[in-house]
């Protein structure tokens, strides 16, 4: 099923406006598991090229989801929807951390919300592997990914050295 040009900005405007530390997770959710436009694969295929190319992958993500139903003017409505609503909010937001941010409440619910967004991100990644049932080499490529990641290696050298493995392993379905 495809959506209208109005659907799919109010689909990702909801999406701006609700996936607090997390769009990627809510995208899935709301385009996969409710809206049904995506299959799980379409879905991490758009979200695979998303965090290859340079920029924000939930933009870039975006963008390739709203060419895929309306060209450019879906990419363009996809990127409008995704950032009008958190612009307005965090122009908001950013007035009052000016005003308040160095207060020890202020402190403690953003170092939480810091933590529940890093929760919500593996909880996506964790949901995405089980219904795609990678194999176990792309488990291992996975693994290998998350390990770099967390020994601070430059993204462009991680994708220089997983993409070709990734690749490959996925070509050995």
């Known amino acids: ?5 109005g659907e799919l900005f109010l689909a990702y405007l909801r999406i701006g406006l609700t996936g607090f530390g997390g769009v990627n997770a809510w995208a899935r959710q709301l385009l996969v598991e409710r809206k049904g436009w995506l299959s799980d694969q379409h879905y991490a295929e758009a979200l695979g090229m998303g965090q290859v190319l340079p920029g924000p992958n939930a933009l870039n993500c975006a963008i390739a989801i709203g060419a895929r139903f309306h060209g450019g003017a879906g990419a363009l409505l996809a990127c409008a929807g995704l950032l009008l609503g958190p612009m307005a909010v965090l122009v908001a937001v950013a007035a009052l951390y000016d005003q308040y941010g160095q207060l020890p409440l202020v ?6 919300i810091a933590a529940a ?5 593996l909880g996506t990644a ?10 176990p080499l792309l488990w291992l490529t996975g693994a290998l990914a998350l390990l770099l990641a967390m020994l601070r290696v430059p993204l462009p050298l991680v994708l220089l050295g997983l993409a070709p493995l990734g690749i490959w392993a996925a070509g050995r379905r």
């Open 117 to 121: 967004a890093a929760g919500m991100v």
């Open 126 to 135: 964790v949901k995405m592997a089980v219904k795609l049932r990678p194999t």
């Open 107 to 112: 402190r403690a619910v953003l170092t939480g």
């Open 1 to 5: 099923m495809s959506p209208t040009r």
